[in-house]
């Protein structure tokens, strides 16, 4: 499967309008979203539930990208979402999303944000720490409120992945081990609390995983932690929320199961788990966010300036980078790129694809194999969509570029191109 698609005029089309219309129109660094990939996504994973006869729930992770048109689209397309700060959690009730679908996540929520969720009727909290437990019994006390939670355990499993994205391997700053005893006395902590009400219990064990087995293995542990909740506590959980991470591809190299194809095995494992059991699936929920926005994420940029190295490979720098995506500077991620126009076109060569800012590591595709170009032409980098502008930053006091979603053949900005004066709104004089 391409990357992407082109019109009959050999142009880069997103959501069949020219990448170069939209570099005209609305300038460059810009971060576009073909919605109707979105969606798909969305019902491609539902729809492995319905296959399954699984009761299920799809909560996008909204690190992933989160501002107000997503949690539209993810609300209009009946899907939950998970924050894991409180300014997530502003940006979803901003945009009209009802706070009871939101689960709110994190290793260290102050008592400001917890308060802040619980004023506002938050779905769930998705407890991570003794801290918080005793922190959400004060907020609750003094708000008078009840809460429903899942308790976030540790199994000790090791996604096959970049080290920086592990998060369920033993030694893990998330969640409650489940091998010493943490996790069952963070259960009976929150059994004997009458203003929290236990719906289950979450796990996530990494990010860009390609394979299923991470996950099975990781079920099986839940099962069989919750089976002995069952017969220790009497606790029988309504839901298993076995996280995000779901791959996506992101070169031509890359040829991994679909999203929801791993979906649809992991299921086939946890309901097979069950069978052996004898008891009922409870409610599966996933919290993908790569693979509902990665996808259908462009970043388009303007080429500027060609350095040439005598023998090596010359240097292309377009009018962005680190600041609008870090993650070939962070994690080496690696992408592919095409020029809007005539991307097939032959005369190739190879450059380093460089950003403008002011570090040697602000290379965005390091051999990149284009045809020859001149300053002005746009260029794509594809399937961006996922923690690019939700890491973008300031530095160098870049603006974050303008985000533009496209859907019907129609385009609409939803994030605005910022200003020199937002730059500078909060500085204060000396
Ligand atoms: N649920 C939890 C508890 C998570 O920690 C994460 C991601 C997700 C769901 C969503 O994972 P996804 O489906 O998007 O893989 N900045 C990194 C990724 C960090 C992911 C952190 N947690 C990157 O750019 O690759």
Redesign the pocket.
């Known amino acids: 499967m391409s990357l992407y698609s082109t019109n009959g005029d050999n142009q880069v089309v997103i959501g069949n309008l020219p990448a170069t219309q939209l570099a005209k129109n609305y300038g460059t660094p810009l971060q576009v979203y073909d919605v109707d990939s979105i969606r798909q996504q969305i019902r491609a994973f539902k729809n492995e539930f319905t296959k399954k006869n699984i009761s299920g729930t799809v909560?996008y992770?909204s690190?992933?990208l989160s501002i107000k048109a997503i949690y539209q689209i993810i609300e209009e397309e009946n899907a939950h979402a998970?924050v894991?700060s409180g300014g997530e959690l502003a940006t979803a009730i901003a945009a009209g999303f009802p706070a009871h679908n939101l689960s709110f996540?994190g290793n260290n929520k102050s008592r400001f944000e917890l308060d802040y969720a619980i004023k506002n009727g938050i779905g769930m909290v998705?407890v991570d720490n003794f801290h918080e437990l005793d922190l959400l019994d004060q907020v609750l006390k003094v708000n008078n409120a009840h809460v429903n939670i899942l308790i976030?355990v540790t199994p000790g499993i090791s996604a096959h992945t970049?080290e920086?994205?592990q998060?369920g391997q033993a030694d893990s700053k998330?969640g409650f081990d489940i091998h010493s005893g943490q996790a069952d006395h963070a259960l009976q902590i929150a059994l004997a609390n009458k203003r929290i009400n236990v719906l289950g219990i979450?796990a996530?064990i990494?990010?860009?995983?390609f394979d299923t087995q991470g996950f099975e293995l990781e079920s099986q542990k839940l099962i069989h932690l919750l089976s002995n909740w069952e017969e220790k506590y009497d606790f029988t959980a309504q839901i298993l929320n076995i996280?995000?991470?779901?791959?996506i591809k992101y070169t031509n190299g890359d040829d991994p199961l679909k999203p929801e194809a791993i979906l649809g095995d992991v299921l086939d494992h946890i309901q097979h788990e069950y069978d052996l059991l004898q008891k009922s699936v409870p409610s599966i929920w996933i919290?993908?966010?790569?693979?509902?926005v990665?996808p259908a994420g462009y970043s388009l940029y303007t080429i500027g300036s060609r350095k040439d190295v005598p023998g090596l490979q010359p240097y292309l720098t377009v009018d962005g980078g680190m600041g609008d995506n870090?993650?070939p500077a962070?994690?080496q991620?690696e992408y592919a790129a095409v020029l809007a126009e005539n991307p097939n076109a032959s005369n190739y060569e190879t450059v380093h694809l460089a950003g403008k800012y002011c570090e040697s590591g602000d290379i965005l595709i390091d051999h990149l194999k284009l045809p020859q170009t001149k300053p002005g032409d746009t260029i794509v980098i594809l399937a961006t969509g996922?923690?690019?502008y939700?890491?973008a930053s300031n530095y160098n006091r870049n603006p974050r570029p303008a985000v533009v979603f496209v859907e019907n053949g129609e385009a609409k900005m939803v994030v605005k191109r910022e200003t020199f004066a937002d730059l500078i709104q909060n500085d204060l004089d000396y």
């Open positions: 909560s992770a690190k992933a998970d894991v996540h998705i976030r970049h920086y994205i998060t998330f979450h996530h990494g990010s860009q995983i996280g995000g991470g779901f791959g919290e993908p966010g790569r693979a509902i990665g870090l993650r962070l994690y991620a996922a923690y690019g939700s890491m």
